[in-house]
T-cell receptor, first 109, second 115 residues
Framework: QKEVEQDPGPLSVPEGAIVSLNCTYS??????FMWYRQYSRKGPELRMY????GNKEDGRFTAQVDKSSKYISLFIRDSQPSDSATYLC?????????FGTGTSLTVIP | EPEVTQTPSHQVTQMGQEVILRCVPI?????FYWYRQILGQKVEFLVS????????KSEIFDDQFSVERPDGSNFTLKIRSTKLEDSAMYFC?????????????FGPGTRLLVL
């Protein structure tokens, strides 16, 4: 069983749309949940970080964690072409990170 | 803004050769990591390092791999005898504190190609 599952997409939306990105996981020891943005052939850049369950907002971005369902989401409101990238979810019980495969997002002007 | 740096950005080597990938973590960070990403696949954990020793390693990190912090700033990954399947992007990451707080920051990566 894979530790982290993420739909690879690709996902293509018009500018201004609401984007929903999701990951599921199997390890109940995960406590730290991250969303990274990765451009082609570059290192992952941290976009959102959440500890345990709940919501966290940062501008147009909202991260949600539902530990009871082992499900995390990243919502992007009013999506912009500059949001186009691959979004990786990552989770950790406290040290090692486990990554999803990444979802490729394209926001069309 | 502080950032993790890695050198070289690209490395081409012959199968069986040794390579050393270099990283300069963020200066006040205490935890260091290496990950790899084979083209088109997910980012995979290799090893974590704290207090001058390996704290955790994955199945990928076998005897041909080693890590070292030779001075106060550099963190290196050595692959002793490279194989074709070692071709990947290698990312270094660092973190300030224990747990997931102050989460890991990644470098730009070194693209390794083994011929």
């Amino acid at each position: 069983q894979k530790e982290v599952e993420q739909d690879p997409g690709p996902l293509s939306v018009p500018e201004g749309a609401i984007v929903s990105l999701n990951c599921t996981y199997s390890n109940s020891a995960f406590q730290y949940f991250m969303w990274y943005r990765q451009y082609s052939r570059k290192g992952p850049e941290l976009r959102m970080y959440t500890y345990s369950s709940g919501n966290k907002e940062d501008g147009r971005f909202t991260a949600q964690v539902d530990k009871s369902s082992k499900y995390i989401s990243l919502f992007i409101r009013d999506s912009q072409p500059s949001d186009s990238a691959t979004y990786l979810c990552a989770m950790s019980p406290g040290n090692q990170f486990y990554f999803g495969t990444g979802t490729s997002l394209t926001v069309i002007p | 803004e502080p950032e993790v740096t890695q050198t070289p950005s690209h490395q081409v080597t012959q199968m069986g050769q040794e390579v050393i990938l270099r990283c300069v973590p963020i200066s006040n960070h205490l935890y260091f990591y290496w990950y790899r990403q084979i083209l088109g696949q997910k980012v995979e954990f290799l090893v974590s390092f704290y207090n001058n020793e390996i704290s955790e390693k994955s199945e990928i990190f076998d005897d041909q791999f080693s890590v070292e912090r030779p001075d106060g700033s550099n963190f290196t990954l050595k692959i002793r005898s490279t194989k074709l399947e070692d071709s990947a992007m290698y990312f270094c990451a660092s973190k300030e504190t224990s747990g997931g707080q102050e989460t890991q920051y990644f470098g730009p990566g070194t693209r390794l190609l083994v011929l």
